[in-house]
């Protein structure tokens, strides 16, 4: 296909963790305006986005079809992400299609999906590694790759897989939040010997602005990207090495991790607008075990040589990011890493995650 200019980008899940980031590489040179959905266009995140150049709101929810249409029209590309913690893994599997078909008849051009791994595939299919928030994004990943062997002359489309954000390893709020133990920084979490394949938020946007700058190459390519797959003893040396302070991690066992901080969230649906009543709904502890599963017995690969190419500047380490990270943290003035885990200030600390932020309530 053709690489027509894309002058404005709808975009849904533009407040999350991961959309800030992206909006920001998207309007950083004014080549892209972003329109961007949103339920609350007072929020305080909402509010921030708008101070960017070549941004707009329209408030409304995505499991709406006038409110996709009115986002969509006028528009040339997409970048899609629906907060399956807000829908459910059902709800957002119907959406994501349905913002699929809609973008096509409204005449968008490029069309890229904030997507996980399909990891319940990944594994066999062996329900040890079912993670609903994972497996929803992934089945309609596949679906949109498929319909673009058909579409990708009317419509081009990219999928774009992240993973679990390094951040959320120095985050109040998080499944991998630290506590600090008789003065050590410690990590319990339920890993083992396996490792996480994170994620750098600033890396994002770069990475989500190369497939709206190569449409060409990008169409019909699933780009899955991460840092490193970070083991959690290597994660704590590598903080022991920034700050100069001392980390562990403590292999804790899943027992034991669901009687800790999340406990009271474990029998709650995974997604807070999903029916427990509906048999297709996971708990939180279902999702979560399900979660961890997976980076225990390394389910996940990524191409690193592929991402070296296509992003020559990424953050490559745990230990280079931990390196930015204080360094951002003290030119913003929030003190190093040590001094923002310390509890007086982790716990005012604005959680990185919107749900969290959020309290796990809102409309759909």
């Known amino acids: 296909m053709s690489s027509p200019i894309i002058s404005t980008i709808f975009i849904i899940g533009g407040t999350g963790a991961q959309g800030i980031p992206i909006i920001r590489a998207l309007v950083d040179d004014k ?8 339920r609350d266009a007072t929020s305080r995140r909402a509010k921030a986005l708008l101070e960017l150049p070549n941004v707009s709101t329209l408030e409304g929810s995505f499991a ?12 040339d590309g997409a970048f899609i992400n629906i907060d399956g913690f807000n829908t459910g893994e059902k709800t957002e599997i119907y959406w994501a299609i349905r913002s699929y078909e809609i973008a096509i008849e409204e005449g968008v051009k490029f069309f890229v999906y904030g997507n996980l791994d399909y990891v319940l595939k990944l594994s066999g299919y062996d329900s040890t590694f079912r993670t609903g928030h994972y497996d929803g994004k992934g089945r309609v990943g596949e679906w949109i790759q498929f ?8 419509m081009g489309a ?6 679990p954000y390094m951040e959320m390893a120095m985050s109040p709020m998080t499944p991998m939040t630290p506590t600090l133990e008789q003065g050590v920084v410690t990590w319990r979490v339920p890993l083992g010997e396996g ?21 060409e190459r990008a169409n019909g390519m699933n780009l899955e990207v991460a840092i490193e797959h970070v083991r959690y003893a290597d994660l704590a040396a590598a903080f022991e090495k920034v700050t100069g ?10 027992d034991a991790y669901w009687d800790g901080s999340l406990k009271a969230a474990a029998n709650a649906p995974a997604g807070y607008n999903a029916n427990l009543n509906d048999k297709s709904t996971m708990t939180f502890r279902d999702n979560f075990t399900g979660f961890w599963n997976v980076w225990k017995h390394c389910i996940v690969k990524r191409d690193y040589a592929l991402l070296d190419e296509i992003h020559p500047n990424r953050i490559k380490s745990v230990d280079q990011w931990l390196r930015r990270e204080d360094e951002l943290g003290r030119a913003l003035g929030k003190g190093s ?7 007086e200030n982790f716990r005012n600390e604005t959680p990185i995650l919107k749900v969290s932020e959020d309290g796990r309530k809102g409309k759909l």
């Open 195 to 215: 490792a996480v394949p994170h994620v750098a938020l600033e890396d994002c946007g770069y990475y989500v602005r190369w497939l709206f700058d190569h449409q």
């Open 158 to 163: 990219a999928i774009f897989t992240s993973g």
């Open 245 to 254: 302070h001392p980390a562990q991690y403590i292999d804790t066992n899943l």
């Open 147 to 154: 319909q673009n062997q058909a579409n990708r002359e009317r």
């Open 64 to 75: 709406d079809e006038d409110i996709l249409r009115a986002g969509f029209r006028g528009c």
């Open 31 to 38: 080549k892209y305006a972003v329109r961007v959905l949103t």
């Open 337 to 343: 890493l040590w001094d923002r885990i310390q509890p």
